[in-house]
């Protein structure tokens, strides 16, 4: 612990940062405004300061985050509040602590600090890797790896538990998926954006989650299909058959007055049928429901029901 800054020195620091979100995610929003939510990077601009002169940001996998994934000062303290101690078992290469009894393994992968209202607060995720009964990585297609997140405040150099999220499916092949940290409305309370897809004979799909605290627990506020094509299971010669490409990219829209952001949606449907080509282009505005404490995203169901999924 002789190590460790005060929490008045963290406190002092994060009042030094001109954006109030704390460094990581400073970086993260500085240095990557622009993502493609289907398949693709698109170009990225830099803005200096969110709070100052707020762009919309879009929401996407930022996998070029240098930060995510750094900070260490916490990870025995976690580790010790989470009772790791009692993993006697470590898989190396994933350095991972081998949990027996829910045949999983798991470790911290990310540690965020954040300066709120005067409080320090951390975000953690931990990831866990599916298990055979000789505690194996299971890492076949059906296999999903899982995630838990939780958030910390830091009381007088001790952690405390704030609010924690059930156990999350996210992730093929038994390997857990990347979450990113997102600042979700106008206090700089901060929320995970979980990316998803799947492509299983010649139909591919992707998905967009966030999660954030509600009520003193971690739950999901947005889930809403980001993508479709059924390209690689249509034969093109076939002239009877729709090909069919859903995109969509999904932008918050910054709002003084709004604990939840508006989420601009964009989606482009390409449609083709023998040598005939439709293009179909529609937004929409979803909001935040606070009687179903989430994002209502009707609309955007609408868009992809009855398309022939797998």
């Known amino acids: 612990m002789n190590n460790m800054k005060t929490t008045n020195q963290r406190k002092s620091e994060a009042k030094k940062i001109h954006n109030p979100i704390g460094k990581s995610i400073n970086n ?48 025995k303290q976690i580790e010790q509040i989470l009772k790791y101690d009692k993993y006697t078992d470590k898989i190396e290469g994933i350095d991972c602590y081998i949990d027996i009894q829910l045949n999983n393994c798991v470790k911290i992968s990310s540690i965020i600090e954040n300066n709120e209202a005067n409080k320090i607060i951390l975000y953690i995720v931990e990831s866990a890797y ?44 038994g390997t857990p998926c990347e979450p990113v940290t997102y600042k979700f409305g106008n206090t700089n309370e901060l929320g995970w954006v979980t990316k998803t897809g ?6 591919s799909g992707s998905s967009l989650s966030i999660y954030a605290e509600n009520d003193n627990k971690i739950t999901q506020i947005l889930e809403v299909q980001t993508s479709y094509s059924n390209g690689g299971a249509i034969n093109p010669e076939d002239e009877s058959k729709e090909i069919i490409s859903i995109d969509s990219k999904i932008t918050t829209v910054p709002q003084e007055n709004k604990k939840y952001f508006d989420l601009d949606v964009s989606i ?9 080509e439709d293009i179909k282009k529609s937004k929409f505005l979803i909001k935040y429901d606070d009687k179903i404490k989430s994002y209502n995203t009707l609309e955007i169901i609408k868009v992809f029901q009855g398309k022939d999924k797998h």
Do not use: W
């Open 268 to 276: 482009i449907e390409n449609i083709i049928k023998g040598k005939k």
């Open 28 to 75: 993260i929003i500085r240095n990557s405004f622009c993502i493609f939510i289907a398949v693709q990077l698109i170009g990225c601009t830099k803005e200096s300061e969110f709070n100052t002169n707020p762009l919309p940001i879009v929401i996407g996998d930022l996998k070029n985050n240098p930060e995510q994934n750094n900070n260490k000062e916490f990870q």
């Open 198 to 203: 799947d492509m299983h004979q010649g139909y």
């Open 130 to 173: 599916p298990l055979d009964e000789q505690n194996q990585l299971i890492t076949s297609h059906v296999a999903s790896g899982l995630l838990k997140f939780m958030k910390f405040e830091l009381i007088s150099e001790r952690l405390t538990l704030v609010a924690l999220s059930q156990l999350i499916g996210c992730g093929p092949y």
